[in-house]
């Protein structure tokens, strides 16, 4: 499905990051890795190369526009160009009331989920149309990008850009080939998700009960609908947000 294809996934070291490193590359995509954690970047790029898949890691700090365009150019010189972006690469502040955020978090929160997803996006779209071939991008936002959460004031409000950014990107760059859309999960069993429970007393089961399906998803879950909207099996969809939360939404 992603034969050839050169794959950039920036927080490919865990969680959603790591699952959709390890799904492109299984669909034959060459992914260079980008993360702050070096440990969990290189244990991802190493596993891609065990199970007979290609991949490079660059510890890169995404709010740090020298990094980007390291990660960025990582692809071109090592593998000839940029079909694929992902932006995983996010940070969830403290769970509470709106009035009770810290500045610093608020501030932190949109440096991170906003402003680093531009200037990745900017680099990421320079780097494709030279390449000029069919591009696209997948950013990873969240249920809290179509709704509002409990405790979430500064990621919800920041998923929300995020959502802004990916539909402009879309329309900016239709007729150049470059397509972007975004995934919205829902509860996923990831750390951030733990984090979440503990933070507000939920237990898993719980957690579970709350959801259509009877159950949180997947990593890998995620990973499937970004490589499907990575590949030409969605040449004709661009602008969207592809819910991933088994009916939350519904």
Known sequence: ???????????????????????????????????????????????????????????????????????????????????IAVNSAAYDPPVVRLADHEDHEWARTVEINLTAVFLSMKLQILAMLDYGKPAAIVNVASIAGKRGLWGHAPYAATKHGMLGLTRVAAIDYAKKGIRANAVCPGPISTAMLDRYAETVGIAKDRLDANQPMGRVGTPEEVANAISWLSSDLSSYVTGQCLGVEGGFLA
């Open 1 to 83: 499905m992603l034969d050839g294809k050169i794959a950039l996934v920036t927080g490919g070291g865990s969680g959603i990051g790591r699952a959709a490193v390890q799904d492109l590359a299984g669909h034959g995509a060459r992914v260079v890795i980008g993360d702050i954690d070096a440990d969990a970047g290189t244990a991802t790029a190493d596993a891609v190369r065990v199970a007979g898949g290609t991949a490079v890691f660059v510890k890169a700090d995404i709010t740090s526009e020298a990094d980007m365009r390291s990660l960025v150019g990582t692809a071109v010189t090592e593998f000839g160009g940029l079909d």
